[in-house]
Nanobody
């Protein structure tokens, strides 16, 4: 079974940084596409960063230049480095995967596997 477990969320002041982690089991992080999504209260879930199995990345305009997606294949872990955080970044953050190598998408419907989420609060 595939399991994705996020960690690293918390409360931070505006302008600060956080690094989220997503530990994968039963899922080959080195081969398959993954992404980070977030959902604020009362809003739809939005894709913010994605990395294909080939290492290509794509970002939502709202986070471009501030957030960086990366992965450590040896640790089976996906990361999201978040810098220059703003109150608008407050949300539940989720990692997601789909067992294909060439997907580069920020659409919720394109992903099959989801973690339980980690809360990020920026004040």
């Amino acid at each position: 079974d595939v399991q994705l477990v996020e960690s690293g969320g918390g409360s931070v002041q505006a302008g600060g940084s956080l690094r989220l982690s997503c530990a994968a089991s039963g899922y080959d992080v080195s081969r398959f596409s993954m992404a980070w999504f977030r959902q604020a209260p009362g809003k739809e879930r939005e894709g913010i960063a994605t990395v294909s199995g080939y290492g290509r990345t794509s970002y939502a305009d709202s986070v471009k230049g501030r957030f960086t997606i990366s992965k450590d294949n040896a640790k089976f872990t996906l990361y999201l480095q978040m810098n220059s955080l703003k109150p608008d970044d407050t949300a539940m953050y989720y990692c997601a995967g789909r067992g294909v190598p060439n997907l580069l998408s920020l659409r919720v419907s394109d992903f099959t596997y989801w973690g339980q989420g980690t809360q990020v609060t920026v004040s």
